[in-house]
């Protein structure tokens, strides 16, 4: 994960491409409305030290992002136009939006632009060789710039054209931004020289897409800490009844497996938040996890669980977090993960390295108004899974060594 980033390189007077992550929330779906906005500009705001060390430097800026998931281009409420606007409003200058993401209009463009100029490319998804990194289309985005320059992490396990297929048709330097070299540095602690002790917290709904990540952290953490839905299954795997909570009956041989070879590594919940009905205002009782009403079901850990993960973070150096403890959603179902969320930040205020994976637990700690007291908190859900499962990123093995 040594790679080389914009300060490793000259950038003055170059056309730089610059793979961004601006797939944010928008104020409408609605394909004929005319006046779509941006409504968290989180993502956007996460690019802009990269962004203005390359205008600094003299470069002119060429960026591209995904924004949703459209089928086609006919999809047009998924178009950068409300990016463009929102990024030349934090930016303080013009940001050119471009119809197409290659094409004669967009070459014509390039060619024109002078050191200090950005443009800004339409929806990357837009065009059918993004997704199957299309060769041609790698070459032809290659074909606009001489630098490369990768700072979208929540897409960096993606080989798309745009993300892998690009860094490798450049005949220039393919490097790292700012945002990528921090998520780097975060999650790579975890990955190859992890201090200790080094505590694991695992939540959200299954097991059966977290079992690789988990035997990872196996390896590497001392102790996992497991709430969400997925402590269901492995409390089942134990012999537990769990009423009528969300249990992944094909995973309950995978939970047994890890709870053997774990011993006492993996942290359960003791005590769980039940209810007769999956709704806000279903009446909450808390219970002992050996005593849970056959018609009821667990949606968030108990007080005495939350005691015990605390007592178990407690001297921790590093906490990785991946995972809401319940249906934090729902007001009555946050608690759990909201305090947790507080015993983090003040494990912080301790010395405690902690990193937040991105996704609902990132939404989480944004909410419980907590994302500025972590160490870290990852721009990519999918990706920081997968650097932590141990994978190689596509689009950051791409980029260039040190």
Known sequence: MNKKTVTDIDVKGKKVLVRVDFNVPLSSKDPNDTNITVTDDTRIRAALPTLNYLLDHGAALILCSHLGRPKTAADRQYRMDPIAQRLSDLLGKPVQKLDEMIGAAVTAAVAAMQPGDVILLENTRFTAGETKNDPDLSAKLAALADVYVNDAFGSAHRAHASTEGVARALNGPAVAGFLMGKELAALGTAVTNPPHPYIAIMGGAKISDKIKLIENLLQKADKILIGGGMANTFLKAQGRELGSSLVEL?????????????????????????????????????????????????????????????????????????????????????????????????????????????????????????????????????????????????????????
């Not at 005495?304 to 407690?314: H, P």
């Not at 150096?317 to 993960?337: D, H, Q, R, S, Y």
């Not at 870290?376 to 899974?385: D, P, R």
């Open 250 to 402: 094909d995973a309950l041989a995978e939970a047994a497996r890890l709870l053997e070879t774990a011993a006492d590594r993996l942290i359960l919940p003791i005590d769980v938040v039940v209810v007769p009905e999956f709704k806000a205002d279903s009446p909450a009782t808390i219970v002992n996890v050996d005593s849970i009403p056959a018609d009821q079901m667990a949606l968030d850990i108990g007080p005495k669980t939350l005691e015990l993960f605390k007592a178990a973070l407690t001297g921790a150096k590093l906490v990785i977090w991946n995972g809401p403890m319940g249906v934090f959603e729902m007001e009555p179902f946050a608690k759990g993960t909201n305090e947790l969320a507080y015993v983090l930040a003040t494990a912080v205020d301790t010395g405690a390295q902690v990193v937040i994976g991105g996704g609902d637990s990132a939404a989480a700690v944004k909410n419980a108004g907590l994302t500025d007291k972590m160490t870290h908190v990852s721009t990519g859900g999918g990706a920081s899974l997968e650097l932590l499962e141990g994978k190689q990123l596509p689009g950051i093995v791409a980029l260039d060594d040190k």
